[in-house]
Nanobody
Framework: QAQLVESGGGLVQAGGSLRLSCAAS????????MGWFRQAPGNQRELVAGIGSGSITDYADSVKGRFTISRDSAKNTVYLQMNSLKPEDTAVYYC???????????????WGQGTQVTVSS
């Protein structure tokens, strides 16, 4: 069974940066699309970014140009580099395994425990 462990969250001031990591174990994820979602209090969980085994990526409009998703297939790890952070980026960030459909990332029901990101103004 898939196990996803996120790390790297924390408290940062607006304009700052954080890098999230997600280590996958329990299955072969070296070629599986993976993604990051986030959920703020009172909001639905939303896609932040997804990445396929090649160069395909999918980003939410709200993070384009600020966030970058990448992966190290040898380490079964996916990263989310977050720059120019805003208070509205505050949320619990979750790692996920999924699939690309029509160029858009869609999640499978495999989730990590989440890591809190808080951006102060």
């Amino acid at each position: 069974q898939a196990q996803l462990v996120e790390s790297g969250g924390g408290l940062v001031q607006a304009g700052g940066s954080l890098r999230l990591s997600c280590a996958a174990s329990g299955s072969t994820f070296s070629t599986s699309p993976m993604g990051w979602f986030r959920q703020a209090p009172g909001n639905q969980r939303e896609l932040v970014a997804g990445i396929g085994s090649g160069s395909i990526t999918d980003y939410a409009d709200s993070v384009k140009g600020r966030f970058t998703i990448s992966r190290d297939s040898a380490k079964n790890t996916v990263y989310l580099q977050m720059n120019s952070l805003k208070p509205e980026d505050t949320a619990v960030y979750y790692c996920n395994v999924g699939v690309f459909v029509g160029g858009r990332y869609r999640p499978y029901p495999y989730w990590g425990q989440g890591t809190q990101v808080t951006v102060s103004s």
